[in-house]
């Protein structure tokens, strides 16, 4: 698999250098363009800070009385707007540059296809119990094929909750809380095996909002320490669940600095939910030239290393993890 690794490498940098950096040259004019509209809104937030500023101790020359609130919650607002018009502008660009060249790039890994906005498959965490509820998914990138003839799937995802809130008018007023956010990575297995397990971080609470699968006590004492295991088939969940797989499984999660990961074995599937507030697979910034090289190779090692875990989990080889 490593040679295969490089193969990738070497063939994504061959194909940005040589076929996607002339498409790129021609988004530098606008990303300048939207670069300086950027800029341009840091400045709104102080505008309005000084305006009001001035309006308030001229009118507290008058008056004697100087009101604070009326100088920085206009700020604040117009800096919090601002930054959203910034976030939707840059989000815009990043994802019209990655309509060109995404699908050239994604040549490099052989059978793999990228999209956005759209992943039906969103459930399968819900379906797994991995997550226990949520209203909405917001879907960013997505990655779909299959490597070394492993189907698999890579999506950006984040789920979130409806929050209703009731104010001293009796106004209904909704807020939006995140229930996860990071990387599902699905792998469909070259094993045989019936039961549903699961592993999630180490909770004081067992069980909690499990239909069927009941909590077992594995021998790894510092495994324990980090993670529970659910299963409805206990002895299964012994064979799969070795030392090798558990060492694994902790090192990926420092691999990818991740917040916390979680694993299911469901159905003929081998499902990760690798959670992380980073902004994966980005590129095109505002801020840098479009065609520089490390926002494309960084967005490169992010994939390549998610598909590694096929020979990191041997998902290719019919033997036990």
């Known amino acids: 698999m490593e040679e295969q690794n490089n193969n990738y490498r070497n063939e994504f940098y061959k194909k940005f250098r040589t076929v996607c950096v002339p498409i790129l040259e021609g988004f530098e004019n606008e990303r300048k363009i939207y670069f300086n509209i950027s800029i341009g809104l840091c400045f709104i937030p102080v505008l309005v800070l000084l305006a009001m500023g ?66 039906p498959s969103h459930r399968i965490l819900k379906d797994a119990e991995l997550i226990n509820n949520y209203d909405k998914c917001r879907v960013d990138d997505v990655f779909t094929g299959s490597v070394k003839d492993v189907p698999l799937e890579i999506a ?55 239909s069927r699968l009941k909590h077992t006590t594995l021998e790894d004492v510092v495994f324990e320490k980090k993670f529970d295991v659910f299963t409805d088939d206990e002895v299964e969940a012994r064979y799969l669940l070795t030392t090798t797989f558990m060492e694994r499984l902790t090192n990926i999660k420092t691999a990818f600095n991740a917040q916390n990961i979680s694993c299911a074995f469901y159905q003929d599937k081998l499902i990760l939910a690798i959670g992380t507030d980073r902004d994966l697979f980005s590129v095109a910034s505002l801020f840098k030239p479009v065609n520089d090289e490390k926002q494309f190779f960084t967005m490169f090692e992010e994939i390549n290393s998610l598909l590694y875990l096929i020979e990191h989990f041997k998902l290719d080889r019919k033997i036990g993890l």
Not at 99 to 114: H, I, R, S, T
Not at 175 to 180: A, G, H, I, L, Q
């Open 54 to 119: 001035y309006i308030e101790f001229s009118t507290t020359i008058a008056s004697g009385t100087l009101d604070l609130q009326k100088i920085f919650v206009p700020a604040i607002i117009s800096g919090a707007a601002a930054f959203g018009i910034y976030m939707i502008i840059s989000k815009y660009f990043e994802n019209k540059v990655k309509a060109k060249v995404m699908p050239v790039l994604c040549e490099c890994f052989g059978n793999l296809q990228w999209k956005q906005g759209e992943y």
């Open 156 to 210: 950006e995802l984040k789920y979130v909750r409806i929050v209703r809130h009731t104010d001293s008018d009796g106004r209904t007023r909704t807020s939006e809380d995140t229930v996860w956010k990071g990387v599902l990575v699905q792998f469909k297995m070259n094993k045989n095996f019936s039961g549903h397990t699961i592993v999630k971080p180490d909770a004081l609470i067992k069980n909690l909002g499990f």
